[in-house]
Every structure is written in structure tokens, then in C-alpha cells.
């Protein structure tokens, strides 16, 4: 197993051309010794021996965590909510920031907490670039590959060291996932960009006022910025709001996608079946933050 490693890692590999991991496996490192990783057939492996397989769909778990991440109701739902579009002027607004970014050169985005895949679907589908998404979820990593065939998606936890190599990513998407400074900085090339996007204080304010969902950090901007000022320059700040009008099925499934929904009641339930009557205009309110490596 080991000569094959090798010979894997020295250029005899028979890759999948198929896989988006074809090209992007120059990047990626081994979960165990941190050693690259290069595509065979349909596993990941490296030169000492370690091989991660390709799931059916696609996918590789990079990922030694128990976490599960968002539960497939969870993703299900918002799979249903964002391709019906109600979020689509923030994607449009990530994507216009990455192309400014990048310009037309050749560039790696990587959607740190990718989910379902929506966000970094519409960019591959917007612009030519690499791009690779991972997510704590299996069920997140299957229905993304499964859905977006170009990309490729990895098992991977935040908390833990990322499986990729230092210094190759030109752009990081975050959105509504938590944050690891450090692993973002280390992977991230000097001249990168890292977009944080997190919900404004009167984002869904009207179904708040309704409904006990959880509610947003106060300063959370503020807790942004202080958990990435070590590693990142704060270069600017987008702010977007705009209102949607939603019936039973997608405020169904807005509730739905988000953690709240494992903390309502029978009566919350109850009135959120209620709601569904007739047509509820809430606030769409997000802000994009974007940062620089502090250390070039």
C-alpha cells in the first residue's frame, strides 16, 4: 500500500477526471500526518498510506469530530427556502464581492460552513474559479455534492485544523458558521480575503416579535471583528436589508433551517401554523464583513 502511496504522490495516480478533486487535490492534506493528498480513482490518499474515500455523491470525510452539525430537517429546509430565491440578493452581493476581489484571475474559494451548498453553487455558477465547501454535517457535505457537481465538498469540523495546506486559499466565505481565526489566516494567502456574514440586529424582526426564536448576540459585529482581530485588518463592511413576504411553507421553512426550531413549543408551532395564512412581510437584514490577513 505504501509503494502505491508513493507512486500516487509522485505523478502515477489515475485520477477521476471528473472530480472537482482532481484539481484541487494539490491542496488538501492528509487528516492524520498533514502529508498532500492526491486524488486515485475514487479516494484521497497520501504518500505514507492514508486514504479517504469519495462518497458516492462526491464528497470526502476529512473530519476525525463526532459532530453532526445541522440535522437533514434543518438542511432540507433551507435547501427548500434559499432555491425559492428569498435569499438570493445576498448571494448576489457575495458574489459580486468575490469577483471584485479576484478580478479574472484564477482563484480557490473555500465556504467555511457551507451547508446545503446554495451560496457557493450560485458563485461557481456566477464566475470560473476552484471552489470547495465544508461543513461539520455528512448529510450537509452528501445534499451539496449531490446537488453541485463541480465543487467539491469535504466532512470537516472548524474547531479542528483544516485539511488544506497553508497559504493556497484566495478567498474564505463564512456565513451564518462559526470562525477559527487561525486556521483561516494559516490557509489564506497574503493577499486574500476572508467575508464574514452575520445577521443585522432587525434581521426576521417582525417574526421575532412573534415567535420565541433565538435571538441575535448584541455588538455582534463587535464579537466579529474582536474574535479575528489578531490574524485579520477589518477592510470594509456591506450592509443589505429588503423585505420578504412569505406564506406557510416558507415561513415553515425559515423557522425550519435555523436552530429555533428545535426550541419551539406546541404553542409557538401552533402560531407559526398560524401565520401561514396569509401573507407576512418580514426584514431580510444582513451585514458583510470582509477582512485582510493582518501578517503578509
Known sequence: MKEEARDQAAGKERPTTLSPFAALAPILRCL????????????????????????????????????????????????????AGHYQPLSNLINRLVAEHCRDTPSTVLDAGCGEGYYLGRLHQSRPCQVLGLDA???????????YRAAA?????????????????????????????????????PDGLLLSVIPEPDHLGELRRLLPLLGIEERKADQVRATLEREFIPSGAKRLSYPLSLTGGALGDLVGM??????LDDT?????????????????????????????
Request: glycine fraction near 4%; charge should be positive.
Open 32 to 83: 492524520y500526518c498533514e502529508a498532500p493528498l492526491v486524488l486515485w480513482e475514487r479516494a484521497l490518499t497520501c504518500p505514507t498510506g492514508h486514504s479517504f474515500d469519495l462518497a458516492r455523491e462526491g464528497y470526502a470525510n476529512l473530519s476525525q469530530s463526532r459532530q453532526t452539525g445541522d440535522s437533514t430537517e434543518m438542511l432540507r429546509a433551507r435547501r427548500r427556502f434559499l432555491e
Open 137 to 147: 454535517a455528512k448529510d450537509a457535505a452528501r445534499m451539496a455534492a449531490g446537488r
Open 268 to 296: 409557538a408551532r401552533a402560531t407559526l401554523l398560524a401565520l401561514g395564512s396569509a401573507p407576512l412581510t418580514v426584514t431580510a437584514s444582513f451585514l458583510v464583513l470582509s477582512f485582510r490577513p493582518r501578517y503578509t
Open 258 to 263: 435555523t436552530p429555533s426550531a428545535r426550541h
Open 153 to 189: 465538498f469535504l466532512v470537516a469540523d472548524l474547531k479542528e485544523r483544516l485539511p488544506l495546506a497553508a497559504g493556497e486559499v484566495h478567498v474564505i466565505l463564512n456565513i451564518f458558521a462559526p470562525r477559527h481565526a487561525k486556521e483561516f489566516a494559516r490557509i489564506l494567502r
